[in-house]
């Protein structure tokens, strides 16, 4: 039986890096294939290993809206800033840190140039508190294949996320494969509900009679990140 790992992380979260592996084949029928710049690049299954994220090669995305307000979305980035996962014959383990520090923020379409101030807003005390918090991680517990995982390499990944000292179970879908270099790559779109984690700040959940100072409760998340094999 093979397995296959997703390198995460993320994240919030995370977000996000992730590893996947199983009870059965996870090798696609036949080597799927995604388009690059110059060639077709094979995709196969994750063998057994130990890898490494490479936060350089490793992107993850976020972007919060006001609901009342129609168009005003905010996104940015945090930076994946290490992990490390194992890989044996029907076991698996993987640890991601996001540095909430590196929290940036990118146009704000409703309030051009007020980037900065919304980036000090959501590293302060109301949202993230990164000077009292400045990692969050992530730590995988389940991946499970789906209907769809022969033809699609998508699997349900499940880990507690970590972030201002709390500490929850997310689960969520996420595409992962391996290429002819020894890369494993992971990409999953998915959300998260902020006030799990006491980021109740703008909530309607919270608070009434908010307006256009609703901010919603779910975040979206996406991420693409890439793991490399140790020698």
Partial sequence: MK??????????????VLFIFGGTSFTNNESSTAPNTESMTVETTVTPGTYTVAPEQSKFN????????DGYVNSGTIAVTEGTIEVGEATASGSFVLDMNTLEVGLT???????????????????????TYPTATFVITNVT?????????????????????VTNEISFPARIYQTADGNVHAEADTEIDRTRWGITVGSGSFFDNLGDNLIDDMVAISFSLVATPEN
Avoid: C, R
């Fill in 3 to 16: 397995n296959i790992l997703i390198g995460i992380g993320i994240l919030i979260v995370i977000v996000a």
């Fill in 62 to 69: 976020w972007a919060g809206q006001k609901p009342f307000i």
């Fill in 109 to 131: 379409a409703k309030k051009p140039g007020q980037e900065g101030a919304l980036e000090g807003h959501l590293k302060g005390e109301g949202f993230f508190d990164v000077a």
């Fill in 145 to 165: 294949p789906t209907e769809n995982t022969m033809t699609s390499s998508e699997y349900v990944v499940t880990g507690n996320l970590t972030m201002k000292g």
